[in-house]
């Protein structure tokens, strides 16, 4: 008796972690570990029916590494695919937990999204636009920090990013998934059509 309960025990540990395990590949990007942009479509629906219900602003983050096909090109592909994962650190280091304020503890659901190739999305919760803005100017001074190191070439090299946004607020009734996310790629290619290396949040 003692035998077949310990198999079932380990039948049910098994099926809960292929479970989680197969959960896990069909929300993630299996090369950064960021959310996929299969599950975020998903997730900003119900983000958007909660900021509706809570009456808390979100904001969206769109990030692109600047000339990242020069960089591919002139310090190689496994350059590329290190500036990568230096870029996803920085994002995730960028993410906020929680904020201590006197009288309560201010808990907040920022995640990371890759959407492929050198785009993310970084989804910043409880914000307003000036906030918002400040958030992108601290993510963009972190990516500018980011250096790294061509052994072939014997140099440093750093990158740059350009980075759009946008506020969604509990009253736009006729804001939709495709709509929100249009708007802030459309305030990241602004960026990337001008000067890159910068900053742009529309409302």
Known sequence: MEFFTSLLVLLVI????????????SEKDLDTGC???????????KRMKKSQ?????????FIDID???????SQGHDMGD???VELVKTLKAAVRRKKFTIRHIRLYTDYVV?????????????????????IGVRVLKAIRAIKL???????????TASIGGT?????????????ITARADRAMYNVKNSHKNSVHIIG
């Open 14 to 25: 098994f099926l809960t972690f292929n479970v989680f395990r197969y959960k896990n590949l």
């Open 82 to 84: 290190l500036a990568l």
């Open 114 to 134: 890759r959407c492929g190739g050198d785009e993310f999305i970084f989804v910043v919760d409880n914000v307003h636009k000036e906030e918002l803005q400040l």
């Open 67 to 73: 000339d990242f096909k020069y960089i591919n090109d």
């Open 53 to 61: 219900k809570n009456n808390r602003n979100f904001g969206l983050l």
């Open 35 to 45: 959310y996929n942009s299969h599950w975020f479509k998903s997730s900003l629906v």
């Open 149 to 159: 190191f061509n052994n072939r070439e014997n140099k440093c090299f750093g990158i």
């Open 167 to 179: 506020i969604f607020t509990p009253f736009e009734d006729d804001v939709n998934v495709t709509s």
